[in-house]
C-alpha cells in the first residue's frame, strides 16, 4: 500500500518523513519538517512541490493526528513578549469552538505552577493566557466578525501584566496573580496544535481541545519593547518539524490519481482516495477479496474467528469454544476432537523438556495420519531442535532432534482407524536415548550421540500446527498434517495439560468428541457420565464416593477434620486426618511442638530461608541428623523444584545407602551413591554436606566420605536454591519420582532433626518459617 508524506530539505541536510497508513481509509499522511518548499513522494505524490507562504491546519482528523509546525526555542521570552500575527478561519463551526493557535509550555507536568504562554479561540473569542507559576492570566476578546475574512492578532506580556488585541478591537489587558515576573524558557514554540494527541498533557489553563482549523501567516514576535519583530525558526522563517502542514487554497489531490473510479479527498492533514465498492488500497488498485470488511455482502464470520478466502468463497477458522459454519456456536470442550481437513490444532506454554521428555496420552484416530504433539526450537523450516509424535500410515512415530540428526522411533503395529479403540502412547528421550511404547508394546533406540538436550522454545502443539508450513521438513514423513480423532489425558513430564477451552491458550477448529459435556474424566473415581443436556451432565458414583463429580468420599461427607487439615478415607465408614505441620491429634485438633519431625513416606516441609538474600550462595552448607525407617526415599531437596532446568542440592537414600544429587546448571555432574555406607535403618546418623563453588564435601557421622569437584572448569558455580528446601518429599499431589527426573522414587520414611543451613548458629524453625502436611513428633 502508498502512501503521501510531506518532507523537506534545508541546504544539505535530508530530514526522514514519517509515514502513517491507516486501514479503513487507506489515508496518507503529510508530515511537514523544515522548509517552505515541500514535496509529495510515493506512489500517489509524483515530487510536485507546494510552496507553502501561507499555512493551512486542518485541527485533529479522524485518526487522532493534530496539525501543527514547531518551531525552535526563543531563549529571551522571560519577561517580555509580544507576538503578531494573522488568520482567516474554516467555514465550519469546529473552527472557532475550542481551537488552539499558538502554544509555548512545560509539555506533560499538568499542574497548575506549570509555566507557559498560549493564544486559542473558544466560542468565537481569542482567547491569551499565561502562568508565570504563581497564577493563570487570561485576557479574552470581543467575539469575532465573521465578515471580516482575514483576522488580525497582536498578543504580549511584560513582567506580570499581558494584553491582547484584535482587529478593530479595543486593546484588553490583564494581570498574572501572585509575586513572579518572569517566564521559564521553552523547548518548543508550537504553531497550529500540538504534537501529542491529548490535551490532558498540556499544563493546566492552556488546554485547547482541538488544534486550529484555517490558516496562520506573517507570525512575528520581538523580546523587548523597542526591539524589531523578526520571523520564527533559526534560521529564521525556518519550522524545526511539523505535520500535516497545508498550503492555504492549494490541495494536493490536483497530483493524486485515484484509479477505477476512485475519488481524491482532501481532509486537510490527510488525503486519501475514497474508492468505489470492490476496490482498495492507497490509489483504488486492489481488489476487495470475499474476507474484506468492504466486500458486500460481508464475511459472516463470527466471535473472533478468521476468515480464509477460498478459490470458491471463504471458510471461517473458529477460535476455542466455538464452531459452526461461521463459528456461531458455542462448544465446551471435554474431550477434543481434531480434524485434518479444518486444519485443528491446540496450543499450551513452553514446558521444560529439556533433559528429559515424556508424553503420554490416550489417541482415537480416525485417519493414517496427523501430528499429535509437536514442539520446537523455531517456528519455521529451519526449526532447529524438535520433538515430533505423530501419526504417518497408522504407525505411531517419534522424531526429534537435539542437534546432531533426527532420532526416528516407529511402532510395531498400526493402530485401528475405525474409531473403536482408545490407544495409549507413551514416548519421548532421556538424554540422546529415545522410547516409544504404544498399547504396553515398547521400542527403544540403542544410538549414541554426543548432544543430550532438547533446546525448544515454542508452545507445545497437539493435534497440529498453528501454521504446517512451519514444521520441521525432518519432523514428519511425509508432509505435516492436522490430527483427525480424538484425545484425551496427555501429560508431559508427569504434568496433565487441560484439553479445554480454557486449559489451551490457543487453538482453531476444535470440536467436542462426543458433543455431550460428558468427558473422560469429568467424573471422578471412576463415576459414570450421563449426559443430560447439550452442557449439562450428572456422575453416577461408585458407592464409596459421592459429591456431584463423585470426588468426595462417603466417609468423609460430614468429618470432623480441623485445622484445614484433609479427610482421607480409611473405610466404608471411617476416615483419617492428615495433618498440617504444627498440628497432631484424631482430628487435627492438638499442637505440636517438637525437635524431631517424622515423616511416613507423603509427608513433606517446605521450608522458606528468612535470610535467603543475605546468602553466599557459592558457599552452600546444611547438616541435618536423620533416622531413617525405610531404604529409599527423598530427604532434602534444597531448589525450588518447579522446573526440571532449576538449580538443586538434594540428599536421599537408595537401597539404603546414602545418595546426593547437584545440579549448577546444564545437569553436569550425575548423582552419587555410596554403595559402601548403609543408613538404613532405625539408627541416628548426622549428615553434613559443604559445596563450595563447585567441590562438594560430605561429612557422615563426622568422617569425611567425599571431597569431589564436580566441574573442574567451573562454568556454573552459585546454588541459586530460591530460598527454598523441602525436606521428606513434596507436595501431596505431586510425585516424587516425576519431580526429581527419576533420582528418588519416594517419599523419605523416617525422622529429622537438628537442620542447619550455611552455618548458621541456630537450627532451622520448621514450625515458624515452614508448611507441610502429615507428619508426626519423634521418631517410631
Known amino acids: 500500500m502508498a502512501s503521501c ?30 522548509n517552505t518548499a515541500i514535496h509529495l513522494n510515493g506512489q500517489a505524490c509524483k515530487d510536485h512541490a507546494i510552496n507553502i507562504t501561507h499555512a493551512r491546519f486542518s485541527g485533529t482528523d479522524e485518526f487522532g493526528y493534530t496539525s501543527f509546525v514547531a518551531y525552535t526555542s526563543i531563549p529571551s521570552l522571560s519577561f517580555f513578549y509580544e507576538f503578531k500575527l494573522r488568520f482567516t478561519i474554516a467555514n465550519i463551526s469546529s473552527a472557532v469552538r475550542d481551537n488552539l493557535i499558538l502554544f509555548a509550555g512545560q509539555k506533560g507536568q499538568g499542574n497548575d505552577g506549570d509555566d507557559f504562554l498560549v493564544l486559542g479561540l473558544r466560542s468565537g473569542r481569542v482567547v491569551h493566557r499565561f502562568n508565570l507559576g504563581s497564577g493563570i492570566a487570561t485576557i479574552v476578546s470581543d467575539r469575532l466578525n465573521y465578515n471580516i475574512s482575514i483576522h488580525t492578532v497582536t498578543f504580549g506580556r511584560s513582567k506580570r501584566t499581558g494584553w491582547l488585541k484584535v482587529d478593530e478591537q479595543q486593546n484588553r489587558t490583564g494581570y498574572s496573580p501572585g509575586p513572579l515576573v518572569g517566564l521559564n524558557v521553552f523547548n518548543q514554540l508550537f504553531v497550529g496544535g500540538y504534537n501529542e494527541f491529548t490535551p490532558e498533557l498540556l499544563p493546566l489553563g492552556s488546554r485547547f481541545r482541538q488544534g486550529f482549523q484555517g490558516c496562520i501567516f506573517s507570525i512575528q514576535f520581538r523580546t523587548r519593547k523597542d526591539g524589531k519583530f523578526q520571523a520564527l525558526g533559526q534560521p529564521a522563517g525556518y519550522p524545526a518539524f511539523g505535520r500535516s502542514v497545508g498550503q492555504c487554497g492549494v490541495t494536493p489531490c490536483v497530483h493524486v490519481r485515484c484509479m477505477n473510479g476512485g475519488t481524491c479527498v482532501d481532509s486537510g492533514s490527510s488525503v486519501y482516495c475514497q474508492c468505489l465498492s470492490g476496490w482498495k488500497g492507497a490509489l483504488c488498485t486492489e481488489t476487495v477479496s470475499v474476507c474484506d470488511p468492504e466486500h458486500s455482502p460481508p464475511p459472516l464470520c463470527s466471535h473472533g474467528s478468521t476468515c480464509i478466502p477460498l478459490p470458491n468463497g471463504y471458510t471461517c477458522q473458529c477460535p476455542l469454544g466455538t464452531a459452526g459454519l461461521h463459528c456461531e456456536k458455542a462448544v465446551t470442550i471435554t474431550d477434543p476432537f481434531f480434524s485434518t481437513n479444518q486444519s485443528s490444532w491446540m496450543s499450551f506454554p513452553p514446558m521444560s523438556i529439556r533433559h528429559r521428555t515424556v508424553v503420554e496420552l490416550q489417541f482415537q484416530p480416525l ?93 507445545i502443539f497437539v493435534g497440529g500446527v498453528s501454521t504446517l508450513s512451519f514444521v520441521s521438513p525432518e519432523a514428519t514423513e511425509r508432509e505435516p498434517m492436522s490430527f483427525t480423532g480424538g484425545l484425551r489425558e496427555l501429560k508431559i513430564n508427569g504434568r496433565e495439560l487441560e484439553l479445554t477451552e480454557t486449559g489451551a491458550i490457543g487453538g482453531t477448529n476444535i470440536g467436542d468428541w462426543d458433543g455431550t459435556a460428558c468427558g473422560y474424566k469429568v467424573c471422578h473415581n471412576g463415576g459414570l457420565c450421563r449426559a443430560t443436556g447439550a452442557d449439562s451432565f450428572i456422575c453416577i458414583c461408585p458407592s464409596l464416593w459421592t459429591g456431584s463429580l463423585c470426588n468426595q468420599s462417603v466417609s468423609c461427607v460430614n468429618n470432623n477434620c480441623r485445622h484445614g487439615s484433609i479427610c482421607a478415607p480409611s473405610t466404608v465408614t471411617s476416615y483419617s486426618c492428615i495433618c498440617p505441620l504444627g498440628w497432631g491429634g484424631t482430628h487435627c485438633d492438638t499442637k505440636v511442638s517438637t525437635d524431631s519431625f517424622r515423616f511416613v513416606g507423603n509427608s513433606y516441609i517446605k521450608y522458606r530461608d528468612q535470610r535467603f538474600n543475605t546468602r553466599n550462595l557459592k558457599y552452600t552448607q546444611i547438616s541435618f541428623s536423620i533416622y531413617a525407617s525405610s531404604s529409599n526415599g527423598l530427604i532434602v531437596w534444597m531448589g525450588m523444584a518447579e522446573h526440571e532446568d532449576e538449580d538443586y542440592l538434594a540428599v536421599g537414600l537408595e537401597e539404603g545407602n546414602l545418595k546426593i544429587a547437584v545440579n549448577l546448571g546444564e545437569r553436569l555432574a550425575l548423582p552419587i551413591t555410596f554403595k559402601n555406607l548403609s543408613l538404613c535403618c532405625k539408627e541416628w546418623h548426622d549428615v553434613s554436606l559443604n559445596l563450595n563453588r563447585t567441590v562438594i564435601q560430605v561429612f557422615l557421622n563426622n568422617k569425611e566420605i567425599l571431597f569431589e569437584d564436580s566441574d573442574p572448569f567451573e562454568q556454573y558455580v552459585t546454588l541459586n536454591f530460591g530460598g527454598v528446601a523441602y525436606f521428606g518429599g513434596f507436595e501431596i499431589y505431586r510425585n516424587v519420582s516425576v519431580v526429581t527426573s527419576g533420582i528418588f522414587s519416594k517419599g523419605f ?21 515452614g508448611e507441610g502436611f502429615n507428619v508426626f513428633e519423634g521418631t517410631e
Open 5 to 34: 508524506h510531506v518532507c523537506s530539505r534545508s541546504h544539505s541536510d535530508d530530514w526522514p518523513g514519517d509515514d502513517s497508513v491507516q486501514d479503513g481509509k487507506r489515508m496518507a499522511q503529510l508530515q511537514i519538517y523544515q
Open 367 to 459: 485417519s493414517p495420519d496427523g501430528i499429535l504433539v509437536y514442539s520446537a526450537q523455531h517456528l519455521g523450516a529451519r526449526a532447529g531442535d524438535f520433538f515430533c509424535l505423530s501419526l504417518t500410515s497408522g504407525f505411531v512415530q517419534l522424531r526429534y532432534n537435539l542437534g546432531g540428526g533426527t532420532h526416528v522411533l516407529r511402532s510395531t503395529r498400526t493402530v485401528d482407524l475405525h474409531g473403536r479403540t482408545w490407544h495409549v502412547v507413551k514416548a519421548g528421550r532421556t538424554g540422546h536415548q529415545g522410547f516409544l511404547s504404544l498399547d504396553n508394546e515398547e521400542v527403544r533406540e540403542n544410538r549414541t550421540e554426543r548432544m543430550t538436550t532438547l533446546d525448544v522454545a515454542t508452545d
Open 749 to 769: 520414611e523416617g525422622s529429622i532433626r537438628n537442620v542447619f543451613l550455611f552455618g548458621d548458629g541456630n537450627p532451622v524453625l520448621f514450625l515458624k518459617n
